[in-house]
C-alpha cells in the first residue's frame, strides 16, 4: 500500500494561511488523496480530497503536484478553531480502504 | 440522518470477557470500516466491509470479528478483551468508491482491565 509521509508538528499564528505538505511518492495512478482532520476527543473529520487537479472548498484548498508524488493543504485564515491533527492518506480504488498515519499536529496561535 | 452513530460511548471490561460495539448509518453507504485510535497514535483499520455479506481484514484484524448482515449496520466483536485492546474504536461508512469521503463516528472508548 502506499503510504504518506508527513512533518510531526507545525505551527500557524491566528488568520494567517497554513501550507500542510504531504509526500506520497509511490502513490499509484487511481490513488486518491483525502485529508482528514480530528479535534480533540473527536472522531476524525473529513477536509477535501481529490485526483489529479487542485480542489477548493469551503474548509481548504488542495495543490497537488503535477507527478502526484506531494500535495499540500492551504488553509487559508487559520482560527484557533483549526487547531487539530490532520491526516494525509491515499484511497486505494480497488479496496476503498484507508491507512491513516501519524498526521501533522497544527498548533495555531493566538 | 443521524449520520454514522456508535453505541455504547464508554465501556470498561475485565480480561476475558466478550462484547459487542455497535456501528449504525442510515445513509445507504455500501462502504463502512472499523478503526481503533490507542493514546497518541493514529488510527489503525481492522476491518471494514463492501456491501453486506462482504468483509475484509484491515491492518490489526486479530481479536475482532465483524459481520455485515444488513447494509445500515456493521457490529465490531471482541471475542476475549485483552488489556492491550483497551483504545478507542472509531466506525466510518462511505459510498463505495475511493472518489468519496468517509463520514466518522464520535467513538467507543474501551478500557480492559
Known amino acids: 500500500d502506499a503510504k504518506t509521509t508527513q512533518p510531526n508538528s507545525m505551527e500557524s499564528n491566528e488568520e494567517e494561511p497554513v501550507h500542510l505538505p504531504c509526500n506520497h511518492s509511490t502513490i499509484s495512478g487511481t490513488d486518491y488523496i483525502h485529508w482528514y482532520r480530528q479535534l480533540p476527543s473527536q472522531g476524525p473529520e473529513y477536509v477535501i480530497h481529490g485526483l489529479t487537479s487542485n480542489v477548493n472548498n469551503r474548509m481548504a484548498s488542495l495543490a497537488i503536484a503535477e507527478d502526484r508524488k506531494s500535495s499540500t493543504l492551504i488553509l487559508h485564515r487559520a482560527t484557533l478553531r483549526d487547531a487539530a491533527v490532520y491526516y494525509c492518506i491515499l484511497r486505494d480504488v480497488d479496496n476503498n480502504d484507508m491507512r491513516f498515519g501519524a498526521g501533522t499536529r497544527l498548533t495555531v496561535k493566538p | 440522518n443521524a449520520g454514522v452513530t456508535q453505541t455504547p460511548k464508554f465501556q470498561v471490561l475485565k480480561t476475558g470477557q466478550s462484547m459487542t460495539l455497535q456501528c449504525a448509518q442510515d445513509?445507504?453507504?455500501?462502504?463502512m470500516s472499523w478503526y481503533r485510535q490507542d493514546p497518541g497514535m493514529g488510527l489503525r483499520l481492522i476491518h471494514y466491509s463492501v456491501g453486506a455479506g462482504i468483509t475484509d481484514q484491515g491492518e490489526v484484524p486479530n481479536g475482532y470479528n465483524v459481520s455485515r448482515s444488513t447494509t445500515e449496520d456493521f457490529p465490531l466483536r471482541l471475542l476475549s478483551a485483552a488489556p492491550s485492546q483497551t483504545s478507542v474504536y472509531f466506525c466510518?461508512?462511505?459510498?463505495?468508491?475511493?472518489?468519496?469521503?468517509?463520514?466518522f463516528g464520535p467513538g467507543t472508548r474501551l478500557t480492559v482491565t
Open positions: 445513509m445507504n453507504h455500501e462502504y
Open positions: 466510518a461508512s462511505s459510498e463505495a468508491a475511493a472518489s468519496y469521503e468517509q463520514y
